[in-house]
Every structure is written in structure tokens, then in C-alpha cells.
């Protein structure tokens, strides 16, 4: 800081630190509001909410554990039916589960799997309908 000589230049040079403390004071008032609204309940919710909803690996890791339940499910029905005995209903958990499991886990690989049968499918097909 410059050395002040004249009653004017200390008039002066209060004038701009009390302008300089103004404005640390409105940036510390916007800052503390911005932070207020961002800490209130609702909107910690729906910040969680987009940053979920904007996660590239959500629907694939959803559509995994879907598609595993499912099948899971399907394979427990068709296996035991209507059995009503108690070791079989556990067989049928536990297959449920071990399904569950391995279609959540390798979704990416039966995934790949379908569209290269999907392909040949198709290829047969149109190949069937151009002979003569």
C-alpha cells in the first residue's frame, strides 16, 4: 500500500476499501444463498435424482438385473411347476437365484449372443424367401 500524505488521499483510499468491502460483502451474500439453496432438502434430492437419471451405466446395469429376475423366475416355474415338496421348492430358490445371478452378471455376453442369432435368423430368412 502506497504511503497517504494528504487528508484527501486518506479520504480517498477509505472510499475504495469501503467500496471493496461492499462488494466482498454482496459476493459473500450470493455465495452464501447459492449455498443455502443447493443444501435445502428438495434440491439434494433432485440433484440425486438427475445425476442418477443422467448415469450412462444405470439402464444398462437395470436392464441387467431385470432381465436376470426374469429369468430367474421363468426358469424356477419351469423347472418345478406346482411341486409341493419342500426340497424341491429349495432346488428351485436356489436355481432362481444361481440364474438370476448369472444373467445379471454376463448381460453384456448374452446380449451379443441374441444379436448374432437375431443375424443368422434373418439371414436364413432372407435367404429362403429369394430361392425360386
Known amino acids: ?35 443455502y439453496e443447493s443444501l435445502r432438502p428438495v434440491n439434494l434430492i433432485k440433484d440425486t435424482l438427475d445425476d442418477i437419471a443422467k448415469s450412462p451405466y444405470l439402464i444398462d446395469n437395470l436392464l441387467g438385473a431385470v432381465m ?37 452378471k454376463n448381460q453384456d455376453t448374452i446380449k451379443s449372443v441374441g444379436q448374432i442369432l437375431v443375424k443368422v435368423l434373418t439371414r436364413k430368412r432372407r435367404m429362403n424367401s429369394q430361392k425360386p
Open 1 to 35: 500500500m502506497q504511503k497517504i500524505d494528504s487528508v484527501a488521499g486518506l479520504k480517498n483510499a477509505i472510499q475504495l476499501l469501503e467500496a471493496e468491502h461492499d462488494e466482498s460483502g454482496r459476493r459473500l451474500k450470493e455465495q452464501f444463498r447459492i449455498t
Open 68 to 104: 436376470g429376475l426374469v429369468t430367474g423366475f421363468y426358469s424356477n416355474k419351469l423347472m418345478l411347476s406346482t411341486s409341493g415338496s419342500k426340497v424341491k421348492r429349495l432346488l428351485g430358490i436356489a436355481l432362481q437365484f444361481g440364474v438370476t445371478n448369472l444373467v445379471a
